[in-house]
C-alpha cells in the first residue's frame, strides 16, 4: 500500500530544521539541512506507521488533503 503525507520543515533560530508531519499526530523530527531534515522525517513516518500495524490500528493518509497557504498583510 502506498501513503501520502505532508511535511512541514520549519527553519529554526539555532540553525537546522523541524520536520513536523501533521497527518501522523506527534510524528516531529530534526535534520541540519534539508536532505537530513527530509531523510529523518521519511525514517520517523516509517516507524511511525510500523507501531500503527503492529497494534491493529488504521494508518492515517493525506492523499485526499488539499493544501493552501494564507499570507496576511498586518498593519
Keep these: 500500500m502506498q501513503y501520502?503525507?505532508?511535511?512541514?520543515?520549519?527553519?529554526?533560530k539555532?540553525?537546522?530544521?523541524?520536520?513536523n508531519v501533521p497527518g501522523l499526530a506527534g510524528c516531529i523530527t530534526q535534520g541540519d539541512i534539508i536532505e537530513e531534515?527530509?531523510?529523518?522525517a521519511?525514517?520517523?513516518?516509517?516507524?511511525?506507521?510500523?507501531?500503527?500495524?503492529?497494534?491493529?490500528?488504521k494508518i492515517p493518509d493525506n492523499s485526499n488533503t488539499l493544501?493552501?497557504?494564507?499570507?496576511l498583510e498586518t498593519a
Design 4 to 12: 501520502s503525507y505532508k511535511i512541514l520543515l520549519t527553519k529554526e
Design 37 to 40: 531534515a527530509m531523510a529523518m
Design 14 to 19: 539555532e540553525g537546522g530544521y523541524m520536520v
Design 67 to 71: 493544501e493552501y497557504s494564507l499570507n
Design 42 to 57: 521519511q525514517e520517523a513516518t516509517e516507524l511511525y506507521i510500523e507501531e500503527l500495524q503492529s497494534r491493529g490500528e
